[in-house]
């Protein structure tokens, strides 16, 4: 013990006569060695639940945390250790600040990973897999913008505390609150649809008109809610274009929602055929059709003449489907399945063109 205090006295008595320079930048090597020496031992410890491909906090909070700690745990560690080098006063006010601004950042860092945290579990415990996931997307509408908004406010308030953090600025602050009235009302003006976004936003999150995946009719085109951002809404169209809109387009206009309440909805064919087709027989191949159809989910099976037209009727076919997708993809087998069959077995009641010719007795030619 004592050859090991003689040694380590020897070698702090060596650096001490180094060069202020080479002494700090020596100092500062080690506290952030120090720093990752933590770093390592921490993800070692936890490297059993990083290979968990199930939910779990504290695996999650190894993923998401891993990076903020990467700047967090060497600022604290050189913060520490700072104490230990040979600065002057001006040289040590400039380090403890430009300290102070990295670790509000870093901190601020942390608390946006801490909610993506949270993100995992309401992800993990609401999934919008599930057949029926009304109330998943509910919730998951709500997390994707309660996680923005909070986010949004992060990032404001650590500039704010930055800014705060200098003398300067604290005066500019305090002179500048007490014109507050007036600047408030040019704020107002300058940034109200800003704030008519944001109060969107918040009205959609919370009274939810549309959600996170629900099907949409917008602007004439068919598609899923992707993302819903604190200013726009992300439409992903079925063949892979994005539409992007306002957020208040969804409070001002009107819109298709086909999922508002369930997922559930109701689909129709319409075939146009002769007067001579055997209405029982066409019943009886839609029964045998849409019976054996794995999309199809019991509930709603109808046919029936719904229009009588100069030279075809038509016929309207309804059925129902778990989702507009599965309506979709029936309706098309429905259809095509029907055709076929009117083809084979009455092909002289597809749609035709009738035309009556009389006799003309001048000279024999039959007139239309």
């Not at 120090?34 to 993923?63: C, D, N």
């Not at 700047?71 to 400039?94: G, R």
Request: hydrophobic residues 45%; contains cysteine.
């Amino acid at each position: 013990m004592v050859l090991q205090l003689k040694i380590d006295s020897d070698i702090f008595s060596y650096l001490s006569h180094l060069p202020n320079f080479v002494y700090n930048l020596i100092i500062l090597l080690i506290s952030v060695a120090f720093a990752f020496l933590l770093k390592a031992i921490f993800y070692s410890l936890t490297s059993y639940y990083r290979k968990h491909e199930h939910f779990s906090f504290l695996r999650s909070m190894v993923l998401h945390l891993s990076k903020p700690l990467n700047f967090f745990l060497p600022l604290v560690s050189i913060n520490s250790f700072s104490n230990l080098m040979k600065l002057s006063k001006i040289e040590s006010d400039i380090l403890d600040k430009a300290i102070e601004i990295g670790l509000i950042i870093s901190f601020s860092y942390i608390l946006i990973n801490l909610i993506r945290v949270i993100q995992d579990f309401f992800i993990s415990t609401y999934d919008l897999k599930k057949e029926n996931n009304l109330k998943e997307r509910k919730i998951r509408t709500q997390l994707q913008f309660l996680k923005k908004f909070l986010v949004a406010l992060i990032l404001v308030l650590t500039v704010a505390a930055i800014l705060f953090s200098f003398d300067g600025m604290r005066k500019i602050g305090t002179g500048l609150l007490t014109s507050v009235g007036i600047g408030g009302i040019i704020i107002g003006f300058a940034a109200q649809k800003s704030l008519g976004n944001l109060l969107a936003g918040f009205q959609i999150a919370f009274t939810q008109p549309i959600r996170i995946d629900d099907v949409l009719v917008v602007e004439g085109e068919w598609g899923k809610v992707e993302e819903i951002t604190l200013t726009y809404v992300v439409i992903q169209i079925w063949d892979q274009r994005r539409l992007i809109l306002p957020i208040t387009y969804f409070i001002e206009k009107p819109f298709q929602n086909w999922t508002r309440i369930s997922a559930e909805i109701l689909g129709t064919v319409f075939l146009y055929v002769d007067y001579t087709l055997p209405l029982a027989d066409l019943r009886k191949e839609y029964d045998r059709l849409i019976d054996n159809h794995p999309l199809w989910d019991k509930k709603v099976k109808v046919i029936q003449v719904t229009d009588s037209k100069e030279t075809v009727m038509e016929v309207r076919i309804l059925l129902s489907a778990n989702n507009s997708s599965d309506a979709f993809d029936l309706r098309c087998d429905i259809r095509e399945g029907l055709i076929t069959f009117i083809q084979k077995n009455y092909p002289n009641s597809l749609p035709r063109t009738r035309s009556e010719f009389i006799g003309n007795k001048e000279n024999g030619f039959l007139k239309s």
